[in-house]
């Protein structure tokens, strides 16, 4: 079965301090990968998706960057942290863009402080 | 406007109540519907889907209105483990979707 995993879950960071999160997906080849962002009491961002290796397509501008350097593992990162980039980071896969539906890691809780 | 749209709630409902939230989506292109589950810090977990014929999974209900561009989810005789923020999310057929912001379910004894 498939298996997504997605780490640290927790994470408090100062603010113009680096980032990187990691998400791994076991079980399936060539997923569709996603980043979302979801603010407290609100629906889920789209920040980042992968169909493939090296290929990431950006949603919103901002001051995040994605990187995917194996089938799958999908990376989230930052050279300087802003205080509004807090917020709960998941990871996503799908097939067929997520026409049958996204499984989700556990999620990264991000304080920025 | 936004494209998807739910009301927030909350919803505060006995043991044992039927209750009903519906999704309202502006894009008629729309071609894939969903309702996630999410309870509190944890990450969305998927529900159903939802069909245009509907679709029942034992207490829950999930229908599509095309005409009026709005999904439903039904859940009959409520238990205090399906307290949980209910997120509908709509697919165009271009492969984007978009997550309401959702509705919170609270099922008191």
């Known amino acids: 079965s498939q298996t997504i995993h997605q780490w640290p879950a927790t994470l408090v960071q100062p603010v113009g301090s680096p980032l990187s999160l990691e998400c791994t997906v076991e079980?399936?080849?060539?997923?569709?990968l996603y980043w979302y962002r979801q603010a407290a009491g609100r629906g889920l961002q789209l920040l980042f998706y992968?169909?493939?290796?090296?290929?990431i397509s950006s949603e919103v501008p901002q001051n995040l960057s994605a990187s995917r350097p194996q089938d799958r593992q999908f990376i989230l990162s930052s050279k300087k942290l802003l205080l509004s980039d807090s917020g709960f980071y998941l990871c996503?896969?799908?097939?067929?863009?997520?026409?049958?539906?996204?499984?989700f890691g556990s999620g990264t809780r991000l304080t920025v402080v | 406007r936004k494209e998807v749209e739910q009301d927030p709630g909350p919803f505060n409902v006995p043991e044992g109540a039927t209750v009903a939230f519906n999704c309202t989506y502006s894009?008629?292109?729309?071609?894939?519907f969903f309702w996630y589950r999410q309870d509190c810090r944890k990450e969305p977990k998927l529900l159903m889907s939802v069909y245009s014929s509907g679709n029942e999974d034992g207490r829950f209900t999930a229908q599509l209105n095309r005409a009026s561009q709005y999904i439903s989810l039904l859940i009959r005789d409520s238990k205090l483990s399906d307290s949980a923020t209910y997120l509908c999310?709509?697919?165009?057929?271009?492969?984007?979707?978009?997550f309401g912001d959702g509705t919170t379910l609270t099922v008191k004894p």
């Open positions: 079980g399936t080849s060539n997923p569709n």
């Open positions: 992968s169909v493939g290796i090296g290929q």
């Open positions: 999310v709509v697919n165009t057929n271009a492969g984007k979707s978009t």
């Open positions: 996503a896969w799908s097939v067929i863009q997520g026409v049958y539906g996204y499984t």
């Open positions: 894009n008629s292109a729309s071609q894939s």
